[in-house]
């Protein structure tokens, strides 16, 4: 009689694979830490038990940081807040596998919203690597201002590159964790960090995170308006703003079922008083 295969072995030595290809990638394993699967987040390395992201929502940005931008010239923050709400991302430019997929799901995202930068929003990205260099910074920027399909977005897209003290200070505004960790060569030329955007108001405030690689278009125009404090955006998005709230653990806009419970409550008695006016009133005496 035949025996059946034995699957469960196999399925053991598929998943150690797994983790031990997460251990090799330090930001294949941040993104398995943000999102935990099974028992590979179990066996998650000791490294980056201190990457991560705490959302600070509302922390003051530090305006006087100083960097350098994709040109060279020395900036500081606060040169990037002023009339308009900011996209803000921490990556580092000589990253190969996740900080491009954040990067292009933001550009994708912010191009499906309908708002174009410069108008509504203004983009800020850092980098988190002190070896970055302004030509690193021109590089990336080109791509995603090509991307966002909007002539003259080049204007309104800034890529930073800055020394550890400014880098840090940053970080630790966002809350934004990140660890050095060495690469298959042995050098310490990566970094393990979570792929998350953030929106901050035009004062440099932090307003929302938006965590993963990809962005709903819907979520990241609300955010934008609320973060202008509703002067950006038509009619309907302030009704669907109402509508809906922004939930930090997920990370998203939800619908408000209490606030559409009370719009409807609201709608149904104006109705009935209208029908009871009509029918309070005394009809007209028909002329002779």
Known sequence: ?????????????LLAALTSLAAANPCLAQYSADKPLGAAAQNKPSYLQNAGIDQRLGTQLPLNA???????????????????????????FKCGMLCPQVLHGMAQALRQTGFHP??????LVTSID??????????????????????GAADHVHFLTGRQPAIDA???ATGFHFVRVPGPDGKMDQFAHSSVIMIATPDGRLSKYFSGIEYQPRDLRLALIEASNRRI?????????????????????TVAVLRIL???GMGSILAMGAVFYLLSRKPRPVAA
Do not use: N, W
Not at 118 to 123: K, L, R, S
Not at 130 to 151: F, R, S, V, Y
Not at 233 to 253: E, H, K
């Open 1 to 13: 009689m035949l025996r059946p295969r034995r699957v469960i072995p196999f399925f053991a030595v």
């Open 262 to 264: 009370g719009i409807a």
């Open 130 to 151: 002190p070896d970055d260099t302004p030509a690193d910074a021109a590089e990336a920027k080109a791509h995603i201002a090509t991307m966002l399909g909007t002539p």
């Open 170 to 172: 940053l970080a630790s």
């Open 66 to 92: 100083q960097f350098i931008d994709s040109t060279g010239k020395a900036v500081t923050l606060g040169d990037y807040f002023h009339q308009r709400p900011v996209v803000l991302a921490e990556v580092y």
């Open 118 to 123: 410069g108008d509504e929003y203004d983009i």
């Open 233 to 253: 955006g038509s009619l309907s998005d302030i009704v669907l703003l109402y509508c809906c709230s922004y939930s930090p653990s997920q990370g998203r806009y």
